[in-house]
């Protein structure tokens, strides 16, 4: 069983820049898959970017170009960098791990873009 906590969410100005944390509870070593999603209000869950065991990402068009995701293997932890961001980021953002046949969640961290 693995727990995720996430960290970094919060208020900030259109613009700006977050950092995302998502860390796993044990040592998942490095096949695995992250997803990072997001829920806006009366939307529904999209995914935003995701990295997998071989370094490929992928990223929605509406963020691509702003946001990085990377990962850390060694801590355990799993980054989602937001940068030039805007209103329409506003939403819930959860990590998801999927490692050995498996899915895992974030329990969600609230970003909100506004000035």
Known sequence: QVQLVESGG????PGGSLRLSCTASRNIGSIYTIN???RAPG???ELVASITGS??????DSVKGRFTVSRDNAENTFY???NRMEPEDTAVYYCNLRWQ?????GEGTQV???S
């Open 55 to 60: 370094n490929s990402t992928y990223y929605d």
């Open 10 to 13: 919060g208020l900030v100005q």
């Open 112 to 114: 909100t873009v506004s």
């Open 36 to 38: 990072w999603y997001r």
């Open 43 to 45: 939307n529904q869950r």
């Open 101 to 105: 046949l498996r899915n895992y969640w």
């Open 80 to 82: 989602l960098q937001m």
